[in-house]
């Protein structure tokens, strides 16, 4: 049984610009040897990526080939509807989602560049 994983969006951009690990994460949810999860605030924050004029000029692929890229690796993610929200208060807020479809779908690990955002959070524990 391959591990559920879910990939944060700076895996997606970095591997659009051709970066490390990234690589590596995508391939193997491509190999079958992960299964990735996406849900519905996931989904909208890779689609707004892929048109970022920022981030444009450090793209390798063409806003066509980053569509295709996207559609194809949606092809082997399994979806998650998250019914609730945990609300995590993790360092940067925008996190929370990537925590909550983590937590609904029983995702192993969470895939991402950024490990200070997740740790911490406000979750009950006393300073």
């Not at 990537?98 to 955002?117: C, S």
């Amino acid at each position: 049984m391959t591990p559920v994983v879910v990939l944060d969006t700076n895996i997606l951009v970095s591997a659009m610009m051709g970066t490390g690990p990234a690589h590596q994460a995508m391939a193997a949810c491509f190999k079958q040897q992960a299964t990735p999860l996406v849900g519905s605030a996931l989904l909208a924050e890779y689609e707004s990526l892929l048109h970022r004029p920022e981030l444009e000029p450090r793209y390798l692929l063409s806003p066509e080939k980053r569509e295709a890229l996207l559609d194809d690796f949606l092809a082997v993610c399994r979806w998650q509807p998250v019914y609730f929200t945990w609300r995590p208060n993790l360092r940067d807020e925008a996190d929370n989602h990537v925590l909550e479809l983590a937590l609904a779908g029983g995702a192993e690990f969470i895939v991402t560049e950024n490990i200070r955002d997740f740790q911490g959070g406000d979750r009950g524990a006393s300073p």
